[in-house]
């Protein structure tokens, strides 16, 4: 490979390289890929319509509903933006709240992270199987105004992080879709504190953070596709770029829901900050070919998960394994 610039002074994946065309024909893509990488390099996300199957879908909403119908402790939820991560004991209200790494408790989640053409896309990208390490789970818009993940959502390496936002139902106008700015992600990096892509609330206080969202609203206001609105039907995934200013719009409908999973990703080469600050949660598991973290389980103290074609012969032979150890336990202890 040669040691082309990237468009951010962070680096970033090939795609961010200023040879990306090259690469293309360097790395022999197929037609359908070569267009993905392309559209996404120029506009910073790409729609995969009916990626996910209504029953994956129906699966995850399911859990989720009767989490708050009946309480669930495993769960963790806050209100949208503000407040401290809570389990979900009682029975409670969906609305105006977020749950946070649904893929945790709920193995459903994970198949919807998992479904063939995100992954793919995903590897082509990343050069990498994906990691998840961050989710949220809406049932109404979040209204967050426009922001780049880069200042909030950190990994050693800035920018080789994408995220996705599965719809769960069809969305309504009004319902405080996700917005976004096509291009955005081309903008000359947004420095905080002289040498962060990230905000720092504590060191670099509320001013420069109003400035940079300003900018985006600016940057959204004069350019060329000013913002779009996500108007998915159920099972549609949006999957944007590190750097892409996106948001939730108004809700200008109360009435209306809009149910949806999103994720963040890096690759699996890479290592999100929270490794380096808690290291305890730096425990990484792995569903097939997406692997997994979370910043707010300890996932060393959860079972691991059973693999689906474990067979009833291989179970038997751990079962017996098992009790000949604790024959032989009993035997040493008596
Ligand atoms: O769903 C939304 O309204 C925005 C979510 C978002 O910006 C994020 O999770 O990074
Ligand atoms: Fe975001």
Known sequence: MSDAPFHSRFGGLWIDRADWRQQITARNLTEEQAAQVEFFVENGFIILEGAASRDRVDAFRRRIASSFREGNAD?????????????????????????????????????????????????????????????????????QGLH????????????????????????????????????????????????????????DGDAPHEAWAAHLRDYAAKSEKGVQYFLPKKGDILIWHADLAHGG????????????????????????????????????????????CSQHYNLKLRPEEKSEDESEEDRGAFLSSLSAFRKAMNKFAS
Not at 108 to 125: M, T, W
Not at 249 to 277: E, I, K, M, N
Request: net charge negative; aromatic share 12%; glycine share 6%.
């Open 249 to 292: 719009a108004p809700v200008r409908d109360t009435s209306l829901t809009r149910q949806s999973l999103v994720g963040h990703f890096c690759p699996q080469t890479r290592r999100p900050y929270f490794f380096s600050t808690h290291p305890h949660l730096a425990t990484v598991r792995h569903h097939g070919q997406l692997a997994y």
């Open 148 to 203: 780049q993940d880069t200042a909030y959502v950190v990994v050693d390496q800035p920018i080789e992080l994408a995220a996705c936002w599965i719809a769960l139902e069809d969305v309504q106008p009004g319902s405080g879709e996700l917005m976004y700015v096509p291009g955005s992600h081309r903008l000359p990096d947004w420095i905080f504190g002289g040498d962060r892509k990230h905000w720092n609330q504590a060191t």
């Open 75 to 143: 769960v963790l939820y806050q209100r949208h933006g503000y407040g401290d991560v809570q389990p979900l004991s009682e029975p409670a209200d969906p609305l105006g709240v977020r749950v946070v790494d649904s893929f945790v408790p709920f193995k459903e989640a994970l198949d919807l992270f998992s479904v063939p053409r995100l992954l793919r896309f995903f590897q082509l990208i990343f050069d990498a199987d994906p990691l998840l390490f961050q989710s949220l789970s809406f049932d109404q818009g979040s209204q």
